[in-house]
């Protein structure tokens, strides 16, 4: 518990590494997911997607409902509270990632063929609380000022999935089963080294501990609409059109993973870094993150796109040829993603969390609506993936609007902020 009297990094230093931090861990799980759509069809791809996105489904509440208050609050603790306060978002993260493990099995029991599980899924199903874990260890450390730990702990996650990589390249050994026994073995060594930063669970009195705190519950449910719609939009795809489908929108959303999970560091980072500054440094710091998460996104994009066909198929083996024909929306999707995010960090950090909620609603009605319908009149991945994208487009540049119009330095309402919510940023000492 050293780290919570330490001094933290400067600002500059925190933030580089907070951004070195999600590159790592983008670059795991690209590696996680190559391997995954290399050892399997397209079909079978799309059935281990589906499962897949149960997983994230509960992560991403555990980092909404857990994260977002550790990168906000933690810097503020000290002593006896900052433990409590770790104790408890602990064993809220055990929870969630003991509910997901029954969760994932049950889907992927569902899902399998005479009603026996790959093992591949029931390696994840097992593994799901120390994956949990793993991940709130690093809010733990990035909101505490020490993101050095959390880079160490995925670099080391990163060594081991790039050690199996290339010898499953080198073998051609690679199966489903031993890509995620790889990966969660990478995970299982990550939490060993965050274990230091970590608390005793504290079980007694948690959860009206959780439930007290009115923003939790708009985080919570602004993660679970957030989630839900791609949960629902894969599971309607795969019944009305095919689990081929599902794979082809996958392979391409795969293919960008690593702007997926930078699209995260400004939820993680930019908050957790605008919380520590007055508010018109803030507002500036998140408009310019967001500013290159875009650019870096259409960089990205362009190099995908411009890839030889030979070395596609050594990425994504069969899924290569479906998902580059999808590629140029699904870029197009994740530059409304990278916008939005960015809105949503400027109205987290202004304690806008309410208006959060509605515009993740709006997102999740939007494409549910849309996507399912195309889906089902159409029938084919462009038409669910274009229906997605033009969502995705409208709500970006909605937020945007309003978030900015909320949060001018000069113009905030006083009593603007949500109930329940976070203060602005403090000034500047």
């Keep these: 518990m050293r780290y919570l009297t330490r001094r933290p990094s400067r600002a500059a230093t925190r933030g580089l590494t907070v951004l070195l931090d999600q590159a790592t861990s983008s670059l795991s799980n690209f590696l996680f997911l190559l391997l995954m759509a290399r050892s399997s069809n397209t079909r079978d791809f799309g059935a281990f997607v589906l499962v897949f996105t149960v997983f994230t489904f509960a992560l991403s509440l555990s980092r909404s409902s857990l994260g ?48 026996s599980p790959s093992t591949a899924m029931l390696i994840l199903a097992v593994a799901s609380p120390l994956l949990v874990a793993q991940d709130i260890g690093r809010y733990v450390n990035i909101g505490g000022g020490t993101p050095g730990r959390a880079l160490a702990s995925d670099s080391l996650w990163l060594v081991v999935l790039a050690l199996g990589y290339v010898w499953f390249i080198v073998t051609d050994a690679v199966s489903p089963t031993a890509a995620v026994a790889v990966w969660v073995g990478g995970a299982l060594l990550a939490l060993l080294a965050l274990l230091p930063s970590l608390v005793k669970p504290i079980v007694k009195g948690t959860g009206h501990w959780f439930r007290r705190d009115r923003r939790r519950r ?22 009305v059109v095919s689990s081929i489908a599902v794979g082809t929108i996958r392979g391409a959303s795969a293919l960008l993973t690593p702007i997926n999970v930078l699209i ?23 408009v310019g993150v967001t500013v290159v998460l875009v ?9 995908l796109l411009a890839l030889p066909a030979s070395w596609g198929q ?13 590629l140029p929306v699904t870029a197009l999707e994740v530059v409304g993603l990278s916008l939005w995010q960015g809105s949503i960090a400027l109205m987290l950090t202004g304690g806008y969390t309410k208006l959060a909620l509605r515009f993740r609603m709006a997102y999740a009605a939007g494409v549910i609506t849309l996507a399912c319908t195309a889906g089902v009149i159409v029938g084919s991945a462009l038409s669910v993936q274009l229906s997605m994208t033009t969502v995705t487009l409208v709500i970006a ?33």
Excluded: C, Q, Y
């Design 68 to 115: 977002i208050p550790l990168n906000t609050d933690l810097s503020a603790l000290e002593g006896e509270e900052a433990r409590e306060f770790l104790g408890r978002s602990i064993a809220v993260a055990l929870a969630f990632g003991s509910t997901v493990g029954v969760a994932v099995g049950l889907v992927a029991w569902i899902l399998a063929p005479g009603g």
């Design 218 to 239: 708009h985080l919570l449910w602004d993660a679970a609409i957030a989630a839900a719609a791609p949960l629902i939009v894969v599971a309607v795809t795969a019944v």
């Design 264 to 286: 995260s560091a400004v939820g993680m980072g930019a908050v957790a870094e605008a919380a520590r500054h007055a508010w018109p440094v803030a507002r500036r710091l998140v």
């Design 295 to 303: 650019a870096v996104t259409v960089l990205w994009a362009g190099i």
């Design 314 to 326: 050594e990425l994504l083996g069969e899924t290569w040829e479906p998902a580059h024909r999808l």
């Design 397 to 429: 540049a909605s937020s945007w609007f309003a978030a900015l119009r909320l949060t001018k330095p000069a113009g905030r309402v006083a009593g603007g902020v949500d109930a329940g919510s976070p203060p602005a940023p403090p000034a500047a000492p």
